[in-house]
C-alpha cells in the first residue's frame, strides 16, 4: 500500500490530500458533515471528530470494518498497517483477513474514521473513545487495559515485586519496569516459558478471562494458583479486590488476535427453493389483485365513517379487532393494511369534534386509476413509508400500548431494510426463494448492532470471579454472541419478507419482476405489454435469433439503494407496466343461480360491482365472489331509489343466465310491499291505506316499544324517531318507507364520509437527507474557497484567531480599486443585511456607486457587494 510522501498531521490536512471526487463519496455517505456546509475543511474535519457524527458513522460500517475499527481503538496509537494486520489475523494470518483488510482500511478511510499513512495509522479521538476499553464499557473485543494503564496507580515497589516474580532483572525506575513487563508479555517464546510453569488451575482462569470480561474479583487471601498469577503480573489489580488481564497477556492467550471469531466475508443469501420465474410473477399478481381487494374493502367498510380517534391518537384495540374480523384476517394483517392505507394517503382522520377516520378524495381518484396503477401507489407507498405495523401492539419507551395509526410507529431505518432486504432478493437467480434466516445473517453482518462485533461484547463487568475455589470464573468467559433477532433491523427485515409477499413484491418468497422493477433493477420498454408467463418471454430459444421478446433490462442488484423521487415514481411506473398484464380484466357479467345467489367469476367493472353491493350481500370471496339476494338486500337497492323494474333490466343485462325465477318472484314480492307503509316525522307518524295492516301493527306485542297509537283509521302515531320507527317495523317483517314532509318517498343512499382533502404521512428521515450531486458539487467548491481563504498566506499581517480581516472604508476601496487593475485576488470579510458574517475569496471586476462586482470563488459565480458591509480585506499571497 502506497505511503504519501508528506504525512498528513492532522484529519484536516488528510482531507486536504483528497480530490473532489473523494470529498464527494464522504460527504454522500455522511450528510450530516454539509448540514450545513462548513466554511473549510477544518471546520469539516472538527465536524467528522463530533460524537454524533462519529456514532451515525460507526452504525453504517459492516461487521468487518467495524472489527477493524475495533482493533485500531486496542492497538498502539499510532500503529502500523503490521500491527493492525496481526490484530485481525493473528499469528497464524488468516488469508481471508489478510485479503479482506485492505478494503476494509479504505472504508474506513473514506468514512473519515481513519487518517494517515500505513506506518502511522490513526483512529479519530472521539471514534477510540467509543471504542477502547474501559472497567465502564467493555472494549467489543473483550480485552482489558494495557500493562502500562493497569498499573498506572501501582506504586513502584510493587511494580518491582512484579518484576522480580516474572523473573525479569530490577530497574531503576517504574517507567523502565513496565515497560520491561510489557516486552515480556509480547515475546511469544519468552510467554510460553513463563506459562509452562502455571499450575493447571492458574492456565484455567486465564482461560476464563481471555475472551472477556476481563475483569474478575478475588478475595482478600486468594488462592495460591490466583497468587501465582497476580505476584508475576499476569493478573493486575485494579481496585480492592478486582484484578484484571492485561492486553498483552489475553493478546498472547488468543494468538495474536483481537477477536474470537472475524468475518471478512459477507455471509451468503442461500435460495430455500426455485420456481419457474412465470409462476412467480403470477403468483404476485394474484397477491397484488388481493391487496386490491383488501383495501378497497376496508375503505368500503370505513365509508359511512370509520372508528373513532382515540384521544391520545391512533386506532383502539376493540376497533382493530373489528376491523380484523371484517376483512377476516389476523390483527397484525389488519393493521399493516390499515397502515398501507395511511401510507398511501387513502385514510386520515377527518378532523372533526367527533373525530372519526374516513377515506380521503384521493381514494375516489385512486379507485379510478386502473389496477395495476394503484397498486404502484400502494407498493411505492410502503417501501417509502417509515411507519411501521410490525409495531403494532408494542410497547413505547414510556411503557405506552402502540395502537394502528397512532404515534410511535415511524423507524427512520425501515425504508433502508426494504430496500436491502428485496435487493438481496434480487442478487438471487430469478425465481429463487431466500431463506430467512440467511437474509438476517446478510443484514446483520452489513449492519451489526454496534458492540456486537465478532460477538466479543461483553454481558459482564468487574463484577466476575477469577478463582474456581472461591466460585472461580463463573461467567468470566460470557459474551453476548452474534445479536440475536431482538435488535430492530432484524424484526423489519422479518416483516418486509411478509409484508412484501402479501402486496405482491414478491410471490412464493422470490422477487417478482414487477418487484425488481419497484425497486429500479429493472427497466421497461413503453411497447411492453406481453405476458410474462408466455414461455417466450423467459425461456427464449437460443437456435432462434430472430424471435422478438420485450425489452427488459437488468440492473446489477447489488445496489438496491433509496431511490429519489424521480426516480421512485419512473420505477414505480415500469412496475405498474409490467404487472399491467398479469391482472385478470374486469368483467361485466355475473352468472345467477337458482338458489338466490350470483357468481362473480373474476373482478367486476365499478358500475357493476358497486350496484352489486347494494342489490346484494357478499357471501363468500376468493377467485370467485359470490352475492347472495335476501329481502333485506332487495329492500336496500329500493331505499336507494330502484324500481322492480331497473333490478330486473340490471340482472337481465348482466347475467350470462336466465334471471331464475326464485329471484324474479323475491323482487317483486318486496317490490309490492315496499313503501305499503310511510313514515314520517311527527314525532313521527305511520300511514297506510290498508287499515287491516295498521291493526295488525298495534295488536304485535313486539311493537310496544315503538308506543304506537291510532289517530285515525289510516295513521299510527309513534313516539320514536322515524329512523328507529323503520328499524322496528322493518324487524316485525313489514317494508316501510320513509317519507318527505310533502309526502313524497324519501331515496336513502350509503352517505360517503370523506374527509378534507389530507397528503399522505410525510417518512421520518434517518439524519439529514442523501445530497445530490448539484448540492455536492457546490458545496465542495465553497469548503474549497472557503480553505483556500483560511490557509493560503497573506500580504498583509494575518488576523488573530482567525477572524475577520479588518480595514478602514478608505483602504478597503483603495485595495479594492487595486485589485481590479492588477487582477488580484482578495480574501474579504463580509456581514449580510441578517448580520451573518462570512469570509469570501473574490477577483474583483469593477468598483462603482459604493458596490463591488466580482467573481467569488467561494460561490463559483459573479456577485455583487456593498461596500459598506465589507469590514476588511486582505490580499492573497500569489503562490
Known amino acids: 500500500m502506497s505511503t504519501p510522501a508528506t504525512p498528513p498531521r492532522s484529519l484536516a490536512e488528510a482531507l486536504r490530500t483528497r480530490d473532489d471526487a473523494s470529498l464527494a463519496a464522504l460527504l454522500r455517505s455522511r450528510p450530516d458533515l454539509i448540514t450545513p456546509v462548513p466554511t473549510d475543511l477544518t471546520q469539516l474535519a472538527t465536524r467528522a471528530g463530533t460524537r454524533g457524527s462519529v456514532v451515525r458513522a460507526l452504525e453504517r460500517l459492516d461487521r468487518f470494518a467495524l472489527q477493524t475499527a475495533e482493533a485500531l481503538a486496542v492497538a498502539s496509537d499510532p500503529a502500523s498497517y503490521d500491527e493492525l494486520l496481526a490484530l485481525m489475523a493473528g499469528d497464524r494470518r488468516d488469508p481471508a483477513v489478510v485479503h479482506a483488510l485492505p478494503r ?44 502500562a494503564e493497569a498499573t498506572a496507580g501501582m506504586s513502584p515497589g510493587r511494580i518491582q515485586e512484579i518484576v522480580t516474580a516474572a523473573g525479569l532483572p530490577s530497574t531503576h525506575d517504574p517507567v523502565s519496569a513496565v515497560a520491561s513487563l510489557t516486552k515480556l508479555f509480547t515475546a511469544r517464546r519468552r510467554m510460553k516459558t513463563l506459562l509452562a510453569g502455571a499450575p493447571e488451575e492458574s492456565l484455567e482462569v486465564l482461560n476464563r478471562l481471555v475472551w472477556g470480561p476481563p475483569y474478575g474479583q478475588v478475595t482478600a487471601d486468594p488462592a495460591p494458583w490466583l497468587r501465582w498469577l497476580i505476584d508475576r503480573g499476569l493478573l493486575l489489580p485494579t481496585a480492592p479486590g478486582t484484578v484484571v488481564l492485561p492486553r498483552e497477556v489475553a493478546l498472547h492467550l488468543r494468538a495474536g488476535r483481537a477477536h474470537r471469531e472475524t468475518e471478512p466475508v459477507a455471509p451468503a443469501v442461500e435460495a430455500k427453493a426455485t420456481h419457474r420465474p412465470q409462476v412467480v410473477d403470477t403468483t404476485a399478481a394474484g397477491q397484488a389483485y388481493t391487496a386490491l381487494a383488501t383495501v378497497e374493502e376496508l375503505l368500503k367498510d370505513w365509508d359511512e365513517g370509520g372508528p373513532a380517534v382515540m384521544r391520545a391518537g391512533g386506532l383502539s384495540v376493540r376497533d382493530l379487532k373489528r376491523t380484523a374480523v371484517a376483512l377476516d384476517v389476523a390483527e397484525p394483517v389488519a393493521a399493516f393494511w390499515v397502515e398501507l392505507a395511511y401510507a ?134 460470557a459474551s453476548a454472541g452474534a445479536q440475536g433477532d431482538d435488535d430492530l433491523r432484524s424484526r423489519l427485515a422479518r416483516w418486509t419478507l411478509g409484508e412484501a409477499e402479501m402486496l405482491g413484491v414478491t410471490g412464493r418468497g422470490a422477487l417478482s419482476r414487477q418487484g425488481r422493477a419497484l425497486l429500479g433493477l429493472e427497466s421497461v420498454g413503453a411497447g411492453d405489454g406481453a405476458n410474462p408467463s408466455d414461455p417466450s418471454v423467459s425461456s427464449p430459444d437460443p437456435s432462434g435469433p430472430g424471435d422478438k421478446l420485450p425489452v427488459h433490462h437488468h440492473r446489477p442488484p447489488t445496489h438496491a439503494d433509496p431511490l429519489s423521487s424521480a426516480e421512485q415514481a419512473a420505477a414505480s411506473a415500469a412496475a405498474a407496466r409490467i404487472l399491467a398484464p398479469l391482472l385478470p380484466e374486469p368483467l361485466d357479467h355475473v352468472l345467477l343461480q337458482a338458489d338466490l345467489t350470483a357468481v362473480a367469476p373474476g373482478p367486476l367493472e365499478r358500475p357493476l360491482a358497486d350496484m352489486l353491493d347494494v342489490l346484494a350481500d357478499v357471501e363468500s370471496k376468493g377467485g370467485a365472489t359470490v352475492y347472495r339476494f335476501t329481502p333485506g338486500s332487495v329492500r336496500r337497492a329500493l331505499d336507494a331509489g330502484r324500481s322492480a323494474s331497473d333490478l330486473h333490466d340490471f340482472l337481465t343485462a348482466h347475467s350470462r343466465t336466465p334471471v331464475p325465477q326464485p329471484l324474479a318472484y323475491l323482487i317483486d314480492d318486496v317490490a309490492r ?27 304485535d306485542k313486539r311493537s310496544a316499544g315503538l308506543r304506537l297509537r291510532r289517530l285515525a283509521p289510516t295513521v299510527l302515531a309513534a313516539q320514536a324517531d322515524p329512523a328507529a320507527l323503520l328499524d322496528g317495523l322493518r324487524a316485525m317483517g313489514f317494508a316501510p318507507a320513509a317519507e318527505s314532509a310533502e309526502g313524497d318517498v324519501v331515496i336513502t343512499r350509503a352517505h360517503a364520509r370523506r374527509t378534507p382533502p389530507r397528503t399522505a404521512p410525510d417518512p421520518v428521515p434517518d439524519g439529514p437527507p442523501t445530497p445530490d450531486t448539484t448540492l455536492l458539487s457546490a458545496a465542495i467548491r465553497a469548503i474549497r474557497a472557503g480553505d483556500r481563504a483560511s490557509t493560503t498566506p497573506l500580504k498583509t499581517t494575518t488576523p488573530p484567531n482567525g477572524e475577520l480581516p479588518r480595514t478602514s472604508s478608505a483602504e478597503t476601496l483603495a485595495t479594492v480599486q487595486a485589485a481590479v487593475l492588477t487582477g488580484t485576488t482578495l480574501w474579504i470579510g463580509y456581514v449580510n443585511a441578517e448580520g451573518a458574517a462570512s469570509q469570501r475569496v473574490i477577483a474583483p471586476i469593477r468598483v462603482e456607486g459604493g458596490f463591488v462586482t466580482a467573481y467569488d470563488h467561494t460561490a463559483d459565480e459573479v456577485r455583487t457587494y456593498p461596500l459598506h458591509r465589507v469590514t476588511g480585506v486582505a490580499e492573497l499571497a500569489e503562490d
Open 104 to 147: 476494509a482500511l479504505t472504508a474506513l478511510r473514506e468514512q473519515a474514521l481513519v487518517w494517515g499513512a500505513d506506518d502511522r495509522l490513526r483512529l479519530v479521538r472521539t471514534a477510540r473513545e467509543l471504542l477502547a476499553p474501559s472497567p465502564q464499557h467493555p472494549s467489543p473485543t473483550g480485552l482489558g487495559p494495557t500493562v
Open 344 to 477: 398511501a394517503g387513502l385514510l386520515a382522520s377527518d378532523g372533526d369534534a367527533d373525530e372519526r377516520y374516513a377515506a380521503t378524495p384521493a381514494y375516489d381518484e385512486w379507485l379510478d386509476q386502473p389496477a395495476a396503477q394503484r397498486w404502484a401507489r400502494l407498493a411505492e407507498a410502503w417501501l417509502t413509508a417509515t411507519r411501521t405495523s410490525g409495531l403494532v401492539g408494542g410497547r413505547d419507551a414510556k411503557d405506552r400500548t402502540l395502537s394502528a395509526l397512532g404515534p410511535g410507529l415511524d423507524r427512520s431505518a425501515a425504508p433502508e431494510v426494504r430496500h436491502r432486504a428485496l435487493g438481496l432478493l434480487a442478487g438471487l437467480p430469478e425465481g429463487a426463494s431466500p431463506a430467512a434466516e440467511s437474509v438476517l445473517a446478510r443484514l446483520r453482518w452489513e449492519r451489526p448492532v454496534r458492540g456486537a462485533g465478532g460477538g466479543q461484547r461483553s454481558t459482564g463487568g468487574a463484577g466476575s470471579t477469577a478463582g474456581s475455589a472461591e466460585g472461580a470464573g463463573s461467567g468470566a468467559g
Open 673 to 699: 310491499r315496499h313503501g305499503h307503509l310511510r313514515i314520517g316525522a311527527a314525532s313521527a307518524y305511520v300511514r297506510c291505506d290498508d287499515d287491516a295492516v295498521l291493526s295488525e301493527i298495534l295488536a
